[in-house]
C-alpha cells in the first residue's frame, strides 16, 4: 500500500520569500499525487495533481509542484508567498487501484510581514 | 451555486447520545465521502458512496452508519458518540469515481464528545 510523508510539521517565511513544502511517497509504479491546502475553518482545495507527462505541474494560486521518481518525491514550491497563503497543505498520494489517494499528515505555513 | 454544505458546522454531545452530520452538494456529482481528520494525521475516510443507492466502509467505519438519501444528499449517523470520536468531520464529493476524481470538501463539522 502506498503511504505519504511530509516530514515538516510547521514551517515558516515571511511575506515575499519563496517557499518549498516537502513531501516523499513510498510507491512502488507511477503514484497519482496530489497537492491539497486546507485554510483556517475551511475545507480542503485541491492545488494542482500529477498523473503521467510533464514532471513539472503547475497549479492555482501561482503554486507549482515537480515529480522526481529518482527522490520519491513530490515538493510543492512557490516563489513568492503571500499572507494569504497561510494554510494547512496536504500532499496524496493515489495507486490506479486505490479509491481515494492516502493523505500526509499536513504541513502548517505561517507566514510573517 | 454552493457547492458542498454541511451542518451542523459544531456540536456538542455527551458520551452516548446520538446524531447525525447532514451533507448536501449541488454539482450533481455521483460519488460522496465522509472523512475524519485529526490532529497530526491527515484526513481518513469514514464511509463512500460510489453512487446513488451505494454505500462502502472506508478506513476507519466503526461507530458509524451512513446513509445516501439522493444524489445530492449523504448523512452520517453517530448511534452511541464515544470521545474518541471528537473530531473534525468532512463530506466530500467528486463527479466520478476513483482515485484521478477531483474532490471538493464542504467546510467541516466541528465534534466535540464529551
Known amino acids: 500500500a502506498q503511504s505519504v510523508t511530509q516530514p515538516d510539521i510547521h514551517i515558516t517565511v515571511s511575506e515575499g520569500a519563496s517557499l518549498e513544502l ?13 497537492w491539497y491546502v486546507q485554510s483556517p475553518g475551511q475545507g480542503l482545495q485541491l492545488l494542482l495533481k500529477y498523473f503521467s507527462g510533464d514532471t513539472l505541474v503547475q497549479g492555482i494560486k501561482g503554486f507549482e509542484a515537480e515529480f522526481k521518481r529518482s527522490q520519491s518525491s513530490f515538493n510543492l514550491r512557490k516563489p513568492s508567498v503571500h499572507w494569504s497563503d497561510a494554510a494547512e497543505y496536504f500532499c496524496a498520494v493515489g495507486e490506479g487501484g486505490s479509491y481515494i489517494p492516502t493523505f500526509g499528515r499536513g504541513t502548517s505555513l505561517i507566514v510573517h510581514p | 451555486n454552493a457547492g458542498v454544505t454541511q451542518t451542523p458546522k459544531f456540536q456538542v454531545l455527551k458520551t452516548g447520545q446520538s446524531m447525525t452530520l447532514q451533507c448536501a452538494q449541488d454539482m450533481n456529482h455521483n460519488s460522496m465521502y465522509w472523512y475524519r481528520q485529526d490532529p497530526g494525521m491527515g484526513l481518513r475516510l469514514i464511509y463512500y458512496s460510489a ?40 463530506c466530500a464529493s467528486s463527479e466520478g469515481a476513483g482515485v484521478v476524481a477531483t474532490q471538493y470538501f464542504g ?3 466541528r465534534l466535540l464528545v464529551l
Request: with cysteine; hydrophobic share 25%; net charge positive.
Open chain 1, 22 to 34: 516537502r513531501c516523499n511517497y513510498s510507491y512502488g509504479a507511477t503514484p497519482y499525487l496530489f
Open chain 2, 51 to 90: 453512487s446513488e443507492g451505494t454505500t462502502d466502509k472506508g478506513e476507519v467505519p466503526n461507530g458509524y452508519n451512513v446513509s445516501r438519501l439522493n444524489k445530492r444528499e449523504f448523512s452520517l449517523r453517530l448511534e452511541s458518540a464515544a470521545p474518541s470520536q471528537t473530531s473534525v468531520y468532512f
Open chain 2, 107 to 109: 467546510p467541516g463539522t
